[in-house]
């Protein structure tokens, strides 16, 4: 432990002494220089805790810097995340926050690198099986490597955005991918855009769990 807070108190020395470009840079800079302006201080994110993820949003030219921490999905990391944050400094122009929370509207598009995904090509079921919710995501020819699909990505990213990340980690217990059927809705799936309504009506039926990818 003593370890882990000077690991801390590190961290946010450096982003204290280097947070001037993340202050400076500009909106439209983020999606092409956001990767070289936080790979430092992942970096010294991975020697606290591997699971450790860092993005950066800026909703306007003048708005603060949002520096968002989260675990990649790893529930064992969570506790990490919320020490991480509580250990904050106060930063002029800096937010500090824990995971990604939902997002209103919800994005229609993903954009990853040039390549649009939209929401419209995932379809979903959320069951609850013996008090647990399992969540199926359907998309036209899903990969049997998830890594190697970009549309991978855009759903987790979609699914922040419905559901928040601290909910995904914490409420769904098995999130697997499976080939859209012809007919979904013959199936009983419905469109990933309806998955947050869905979701509040089930999340008080069952206990705060971890989630296992498949």
């Known amino acids: 432990m003593i370890l882990t807070t000077q690991l801390l108190d590190e961290f946010w020395t450096q982003l204290e002494q280097t947070v001037e470009q993340l202050k ?3 909106l439209h800079e983020l999606p092409e220089h956001g990767e070289r302006l936080l790979s430092p201080y992942r970096q010294r994110l991975a020697e606290i805790d591997n699971n450790l993820t860092l993005n950066i949003e800026r909703q306007s030219e003048e708005g603060a810097v949002d520096l968002v921490f989260g675990c990649d999905g790893y529930p064992e990391s969570i ?12 930063i002029a122009g800096v937010k500090v926050r824990a995971f990604n929370e939902r997002f209103d509207p919800v994005p229609h598009m993903v ?5 649009l995904i939209s929401i419209e090509e995932f379809w979903c ?6 008090g647990r919710l399992e ?4 998309l036209e020819d899903a990969p049997k490597v998830l890594e190697l699909d970009p549309r991978v990505e855009a759903a987790m ?7 928040g990340e601290y909910e995904i ?3 769904i217990w098995a999130l697997d ?4 059927p012809a007919e979904p809705l013959d199936y009983g799936l419905i469109p990933l855009s309806g998955l947050r309504a869905e979701f509040d009506a089930m999340k008080a039926q069952v206990k705060p769990l971890g989630i296992q990818l498949h």
Request: no cysteine; hydrophobic share 50%; net charge negative.
């Open 157 to 163: 990213i979609l699914l922040d955005a419905l559901l």
């Open 135 to 138: 969540l199926a995501i359907y």
């Open 169 to 171: 980690m914490t409420r």
């Open 111 to 115: 954009n990853l690198g040039g390549e």
């Open 24 to 26: 400076t840079t500009h």
């Open 79 to 90: 506790h990490t995340v919320l020490s991480l944050v509580d250990s904050a400094p106060k």
């Open 125 to 130: 079921s959320l069951r609850n099986i013996n």
């Open 177 to 180: 991918w499976f080939d859209l």
